[in-house]
């Protein structure tokens, strides 16, 4: 399971974010990131999802649509992500409601570890598919077996 060690250091990042988007950068991408090219579109160094069908699938789509491509993160989403980290901290989940995380264990965008330790501290319950990456929905069944299954809420 991924527990990513973050590229900045946390306190730096955040300040970063901060002070581009005050400064009226918060539609500029984050330091490292831009529009997604799709003729550098690889499989080999994808690290969304093992099914190469869909990946196939989802870039013909894009290619086809460009208007539906997105980019990476802006200093705007990255300071407002930062922004609600603490009110879910310190706030207690509905109790009323059953809340299920579906947590992909080789994720390398999510910090599959941090997930599992909030959803544990608010008594979520954690469906985790230890060899899915971050796009579980894209995964086939091999790296994510009873996925579908387990999101039929009926």
Same mark, same amino acid.
């Given at each position: 399971?991924?527990?990513?060690?973050p590229?900045?250091?946390?306190?730096?990042?955040?300040?970063?974010?901060?002070s581009?988007?005050?400064?009226?950068?918060?539609?500029?991408y984050?330091?490292?990131?831009?529009?997604?090219?799709?003729?550098?579109?690889?499989?080999?160094?994808?690290?969304?999802?093992?099914?190469?069908?869909?990946?196939?699938? =989802?870039?013909?789509?894009?290619?086809?649509?460009?208007?539906?491509?997105?980019?990476?993160? =802006?200093?705007?989403?990255v300071?407002?992500?930062?922004?609600?980290?603490?009110?879910?901290?310190?706030?207690?989940?509905?109790?009323?409601?059953?809340?299920?995380?579906?947590?992909?264990?080789?994720?390398?965008?999510?910090?599959?570890?941090?997930?599992?330790?909030?959803?544990?501290?608010?008594?979520? =319950?954690?469906?985790?598919?230890?060899?899915?990456?971050?796009?579980?929905?894209?995964?086939?069944?091999?790296?994510?077996? =009873?996925?579908?299954?387990?999101?039929?809420?009926?």
């Open positions: 399971m991924n527990s990513l060690p590229p900045w250091p946390r306190s730096v990042a955040k300040g970063l974010a901060a581009a988007s005050t400064l009226s950068f918060s539609k500029k984050a330091l490292g990131y831009g529009d997604l090219d799709l003729s550098k579109s690889d499989f080999s160094r994808f690290k969304g999802h093992h099914n190469r069908k869909e990946f196939d699938e =989802t870039n013909e789509m894009m290619a086809q649509n460009t208007s539906l491509i997105t980019g990476g993160p =802006t200093f705007g989403w300071n407002a992500a930062f922004k609600s980290e603490n009110p879910l901290q310190e706030r207690s989940l509905p109790k009323n409601v059953d809340i299920v995380a579906y947590v992909a264990g080789d994720d390398t965008v999510v910090n599959s570890v941090a997930t599992i330790d909030f959803c544990k501290r608010h008594k979520a =319950t954690v469906k985790l598919y230890p060899k899915s990456r971050h796009n579980i929905l894209k995964e086939t069944k091999e790296y994510a077996p =009873t996925f579908w299954q387990d999101l039929d809420l009926r």
